[in-house]
């Protein structure tokens, strides 16, 4: 099968595993969402041969869930537990990582000077964010209220498109997020943890935005 033609986002939501590839190689596939996978190697100068083996590689997994089957109050409902309790646990831990890697290693080139403050700042705007969903736009949403909901979705997937823009700074801060040979067991654990907050965020954008917002808007 080649997957050069389908639209990222079909693939993130329809491969298993695929958003994990997506991540590996820094494709965004919720702020490309609309473009093809051709159309999105090509922009960040990716050879389409590696990239497709990868996906032609992937097993399928039947633990992974099926978000286009779920109905929106089930949807909702994982959304929270599995995006919004997550996140909140992520950036907590994260900080504190952060915050002593910049205590023991400030002197060294590549310590990720700023980012304990960055990641607060992230804390803080996406649980204003989360808590819009939650107080807000989820509600309506449950009530299948759709004729009053465009307004607060339009903000919603604006602050998503200011989330990139914070990820992106995260891979300024840390040098893409490749730790350097010889880092401590802190630092490895920092960077791993902000490779799965970052794929998680992309996640959870893109099954806002591509099946929840998507089926409102129709």
């Not at 900080?95 to 304990?116: F, T, W």
Request: proline residues 4%; negative net charge; contains cysteine.
């Amino acid at each position: 099968m080649s997957y050069l033609n389908w639209p990222v986002s079909k693939i993130a939501a329809e491969v298993p595993g695929a958003s994990n590839i997506f991540f590996q190689y820094k494709v965004n596939f919720c702020r490309d969402n609309e473009q093809t996978l051709a159309q999105a190697l090509s922009q960040h100068n990716l050879e389409p041969t590696e990239f497709i083996s990868e996906l032609m590689a992937l097993e399928p997994d039947i633990s992974t869930t099926d978000w286009q089957a779920l109905n929106n109050d089930k949807l909702i409902e994982q959304i929270l537990l599995r995006f919004h309790q997550v996140h909140r646990q992520q950036l907590s831990e994260l900080q504190a990582l952060a915050q002593q890697v910049e205590n023991v290693h400030s002197d060294h080139p590549l310590c990720p000077k700023g980012l304990a403050k960055h990641l607060h700042d992230i804390a803080i705007e996406l649980e204003q964010h989360m808590q819009k969903e939650e107080m807000i736009l989820f509600p309506m949403l449950a009530q299948n209220a759709n004729a009053a909901v465009f307004g607060p979705i339009s903000v919603m997937k604006a602050e998503h498109h200011d989330h990139f823009s914070e990820i992106e700074k995260i891979y300024q801060l840390c040098h893409t997020l490749l730790p350097h040979q010889g880092a401590c067991n802190t630092w490895q654990s920092l960077y791993q943890g902000l490779q799965q907050f970052i794929s998680d965020l992309n996640l959870h954008i893109h099954i806002e935005n591509n099946i929840l917002f998507k089926r409102a808007q129709c």
